[in-house]
């Protein structure tokens, strides 16, 4: 970067004083007590003419408000020099607000000119209680130390656009997922900022988020993460940003078993069962691909047309062999998900896995372990002599988290191998595992359809069955058809990038805390406060109403006297309602109950309140 002039309130025609960045830092615990209680800024400066200078400057927080006012004083020599600004750590803490902070305002008077800066330079990101002086921070969100990683391989360096996993507590009041693209920037409350721009989010819970790095971030330097829930900000997170950070998706295919998420050409994981050849054509999804042509929006699915494409083409080995690149870019339907294309090297070199790495340039993914077959690639699978060939190939599932009883959209194409007509079946599984057994995994949906010759491309649109127990899933399907003599090709591979966050079942209950007064005149009125709660909530309104009943059970039945509509943010909603007793009320005892509604609750049963006594007497 070139020197930054300031103005020059001489008016001489060549400033004396320059800025020359980069400017250095250092927050100092003299005290060894764990906080900082100064924030020592260097001002680098390019000097025209050395002598005697004073200064003075501002610190001020991320949302331009200024938190100390500082001086200082030094002889500086001609050319190179720094003036030091020396920022008090307990102003800081005090302040409250989580950096990174910025200076500003730098005033210069030397020898013969006075040079104003308007704007300085930025600080680190630092949370603003590792400063003397700073009041307890309130309960809510806070991200584990080193909780910010790839999504993909758990590496600490992003690239812009990349998937990112943080983790830690307090982040959301509950399991969210998004639902469609482009991916929400608040979800259940809950945002997250990269650098202060709202990042899209995939899923949000209290101990974990997957969001992407906004491709606007800058490729270099640091960037800070705060998780904001309900409008209380986390302590910020400082993660290294670069212009590639590439990382391999995984997998647990079996217990201790890691695979990387290959594929072959026909959407199938490679795997023990099916390794990887010399020369055959292999698809790897990954993240951190860096800059990239035709560049999507950050949070939108990428488009099939024109497909981003990487600017720079990385180096991707196997066993240290290079393997011929075919395509570098992101993965068509999804958000942020990187996709390659490569031919494997003409000649492996002997074991059962070996080490498949990308590079660009110095920025080289972990290395994952590729299963794989020396030799030739094998010759595809005859046609049966005789009889039908019906086979089936999951080609996407979305979105790639979904809550319970929300809608997934499984694309998927039956091949009619051998041109057959008649009705074939499908189904849709959800397995804990890849592989997919029909005899034992969850059915999602099943359907016919009539093939006549060609291939057949079919897309579903249906609701996960309820009571799916929380957890990752994968997605398969199946084909049957009468007469079908090839079984090797009836039942898919679950997709890995299909992999599905379901939420507990949702349950909302109600109970009335209090009615005042207990006795009231017909036409007189009451005050019922009233708690709902949904340790699982879902967004959306919900529906309350108050009755009066002769009995302690409450029904639509009973007589109705107030209802409104509600939206769940934390949990649970408390509210105090004024609700009147009919003048035409006969006296004698009755009972106030209250009743709840949502379409989407699992649980019924606690609905309805308990029916609290009063008595009613005559007007």
């Known amino acids: ?36 209680d100064r924030l020592d800024f260097n001002v680098s400066l390019d000097l025209l003419q050395g002598g005697s200078f004073q200064w003075t400057a501002s610190l001020y927080d991320s949302k331009g408000i200024e938190i ?28 409250a607000v989580d950096g990174p902070f910025q200076v500003r305002n730098l005033l210069l008077l030397g020898p013969t000119a006075t040079t104003i800066f308007n704007e300085v330079g930025f600080t680190q990101p630092y949370s603003y209680d590792r400063f003397e002086g700073a009041p ?56 997250v900022t990269v650098n202060g721009v709202d990042a899209p989010l995939f899923f949000v819970s209290p101990a974990q988020i997957n969001f992407q790095v906004p491709f606007e971030t800058p490729a270099t330097g640091t960037a800070a993460i705060v998780v904001i829930r309900d409008g209380a900000s986390s302590p910020v997170g400082a993660v290294t940003m670069a212009q590639n950070a590439p990382g391999i998706f995984t997998y647990q295919r079996a217990p201790g078993a890691i695979d990387p998420v290959i594929l072959h050409t026909d959407f199938q994981l490679v ?4 390794p990887a050849a010399a020369g ?38 196997i066993g240290g062999a290079a393997a011929e690149v075919l395509f570098a870019g992101l993965a068509p339907n999804f958000v942020g998900l990187v996709q390659f294309n490569v031919r494997t090297p003409a000649t492996l070199p002997a074991g059962a896995t070996l080490p498949l790495v990308i590079r660009f340039g110095s920025a080289a993914s972990q290395p994952v372990n590729l299963i794989v077959r020396a030799g030739a690639p094998p010759p595809p699978p005859p046609p049966p002599s005789s009889g039908a060939d019906v086979g089936i190939t999951l080609l996407n599932v979305w979105p790639r988290t979904m809550i319970d009883s929300d809608n997934l959209t499984v694309l998927f194409r039956i091949l009619n191998n ?49 009571g799916v127990p929380p957890g990752s899933y994968h997605v398969g399907v199946s084909i049957s058809f009468p007469g079908d003599t090839n079984s090797a090709n009836d039942v898919s591979v679950g997709l890995p990038v299909a992999v599905v966050a379901v939420r507990p079942p949702f349950d909302l209950a109600v109970r009335i805390l209090s ?94 309140s308990a029916g609290v006594p009063i008595t009613v007497t005559a007007p």
């Open 68 to 95: 100390e006012f500082v001086s200082g004083a030094a002889t500086l020599a001609t050319g190179r020099a720094v003036a030091l600004l020396r920022f008090t750590g307990s102003k800081i803490g005090a302040h």
């Open 136 to 191: 307890a921070r309130a309960a809510g969100p806070r991200i584990n130390e080193g909780g910010v990683v790839s999504a993909a391989d758990g590496q600490r360096t992003f690239a812009p656009g990349a998937i990112a996993s943080l983790y830690g507590t307090l982040l959301a009041g509950s399991t969210m997922a998004a639902t469609s693209t482009p991916l929400p920037r608040v979800l259940g409350g809950v945002r």
């Open 271 to 274: 795997s023990p069962a099916r």
């Open 280 to 317: 055959e054509v292999l698809i790897i999804y990954a993240t951190g691909v860096g800059d990239l042509n035709n560049r999507p929006s950050t949070g939108a699915a990428t488009p099939s047309s024109p497909l981003p494409v990487a600017r720079v083409t990385p180096v991707i080995t």
């Open 515 to 608: 009615v005042s007064p207990t006795t009231v005149a017909a036409g007189g009125s009451v005050q019922v406060a009233v708690t709902v709660t949904a340790p699982n909530q879902l967004s959306g309104t919900f529906y309350r109403e108050i009755y009066l009943s002769r009995d302690s059970t409450i029904t639509e039945q009973d007589t109705f006297l107030d209802d409104d509509d509600f939206d769940m943010r934390d949990g649970t909603d408390t509210r105090i309602f004024f609700v009147n007793i009919p003048r035409n009320t006969p006296p004698g005892s009755y009972f106030i109950g209250v009743i709840v509604e949502s379409d989407r609750d699992t649980n019924p049963s606690n609905n309805t």
């Open 418 to 466: 051998s041109r057959s007509s008649g009705q074939a079946t499908y189904r849709v599984y959800l397995s804990s595992d890849p592989v997919i057994s029909p005899a034992t995994d969850r059915l999602i949906t099943s359907g016919t359809t009539n093939l006549t010759g060609p291939d057949t491309t079919v897309t579903l649109n249906r609701a996960l069955p309820p």
């Open 1 to 36: 970067m070139g020197p930054t002039a300031g103005f020059d309130l001489a008016g001489a025609e060549r400033a004396v004083v320059e800025l020359r960045a980069p400017h250095t830092e250092q927050a100092v615990d003299t005290n060894g007590n764990g906080r900082f």
